[in-house]
């Protein structure tokens, strides 16, 4: 299986990288800097990634690329406040419907969503983003043609991060765990299609990560 995993580089995107390479499928790694580059904001770069000879044949795709960051309610600057709409929401929309043309029959697409279980402040705009992936997802996974399965992961805080910052990264699960997660989906092995299969969000809240059987 030739698996393209975007943001192949940050800390969740290089374990999911890797995860599929133990496996004995081959990964290519795509990212902003690198022989594969795309960057999800630009719908031009998500066009012309499926045209790289390197991603060509491949049978699933994983975005663990595009984020947001926690910005105020009261943000004075519209674009500042509404970062992340058109990298993580709708760059992996577009990506899922280049996606449809391009991935062998049978083949995967697999987003990164996010949530919070409880109100975080400057969190406003990025829950927003993360129900509308959700929800897109779901409604989407139906309409993939050719057995192609689309799936959201909602991860949270990991280990190495927290750990980045400081903080005890024993309370939550290390990226080379929630990287299973994505594999998993990958391989289909969700509840059905659409399906947001869901890690810890909180950093002092230790919850497995966990696929739906």
Known sequence: MKVIVIGASGVIGSAVADEPAGRGHTVVRASRRGPVRVAMEDPASVDALFEDPAVRGA??????????????????????FTRGLHGKLLGQVQLTRCALHHLQDGGAVVLTGGRFDEPTPGGAFTALVNTGLDAFAQAAAPEMPR???????????????????????????????LARTYADAVAGRTARPGTRTRENRLPYAARPATVLP
């Open 147 to 177: 057995g192609l399965r689309l799936t959201a992961v909602s991860p949270g805080w990991v280990g190495e991060t927290l750990e980045r910052l400081g903080m005890d990264p024993s309370a939550v699960t290390p990226a080379a765990e």
């Open 59 to 80: 049978d699933a795709v994983v975005c663990c690329a595009a984020s947001g960051r926690l910005t105020p309610l009261d943000e004075p600057s519209d674009a500042e």
